[in-house]
């Protein structure tokens, strides 16, 4: 089955505890990013990858880290938590960069609460 | 830059009743269009598409026309059921430079009663 894991799916933390969200997609994708989910906002991309190890800020970069070692897997750190990265985080994947009619796959969502 | 704009929910609805949700972008070029739904406690999952202009996406009864003239991609559904209770997020996406910019609206939920 097609599929983005991600992993954990909640988690609470303290502020400054270094953390990692990792995301794993089995179809081959070139294209990952991390998007986060606050109300009232919609959702907004913090890092992209066009592939393996190429990786690009998005829009809330601040305060994330990523990596692209693998194809398949697309890790989100963050190296400090802080209360205002509380939030729900989701990872997808999609086909070739250069193809803007293709859909995203999307994770299930990792709820983060830093206190 | 590229934008989404949503009508601002939440929207509540009797079962059967006919549904829209207005969706307006603004965009540089030519992008493709995109209605997501979120399922409480899950990610988003594609409902339908267009990539060009005057293409009609449909899926589970769901349709939106892709209207270049007036920048719109408004979803609508004839008769909801309480299981199409959900966020509904219209997208869109743009090349630029071999980057797929993928940009959200702000989502609308969408509440079905019985």
């Known amino acids: 089955e097609a599929q983005v894991t991600q992993n954990p799916r909640y988690l609470i933390t303290v502020t400054g505890k270094k953390l990692t969200v990792t995301c794993s997609q089995n179809m081959n994708h070139e294209y990952m990013s991390w998007y986060r989910q606050d109300p009232g906002l919609g959702l907004r991309q913090i890092y992209y990858?066009?592939?393996?190890?190429?990786?690009d800020k998005g829009d809330v970069p601040e305060g994330y880290k990523v990596s692209r070692k693998e194809k398949r897997n697309f890790p989100l750190i963050l190296e400090s938590p802080s209360p205002n990265q509380t939030s729900l985080y989701f990872c997808a994947s999609s086909l070739s960069p250069g193809r803007s009619n293709t859909e995203a796959f999307f994770g299930q969502g990792t709820r983060l609460t830093v206190v | 830059g590229d934008s989404v704009t949503q009508m601002e929910g939440p929207v509540t609805l009797s079962e059967e009743a006919f549904l829209t949700i207005n969706c307006t972008y603004t965009a540089t070029g030519y992008p493709s269009l995109f209605w997501y739904v979120q399922y409480p406690g899950e990610g988003l999952q594609l409902l339908l598409k267009?990539?060009?202009?005057?293409d009609k996406g449909s899926n589970k009864g769901f349709e939106a026309t892709y209207r270049k003239e007036t920048t719109s991609f408004h979803l609508e559904k004839g008769s909801v059921q309480v299981s199409d209770s959900a966020v509904y997020f219209c997208?869109?996406?743009?090349?630029?430079?071999?980057?797929?910019?993928?940009?959200f609206g702000t989502g609308t939920k969408l509440q079905v009663i019985p």
């Open positions: 990858s066009m592939n393996v190890e190429v990786t």
């Open positions: 997208a869109l996406k743009m090349n630029s430079g071999g980057y797929q910019k993928v940009t």
């Open positions: 267009a990539t060009k202009a005057d």
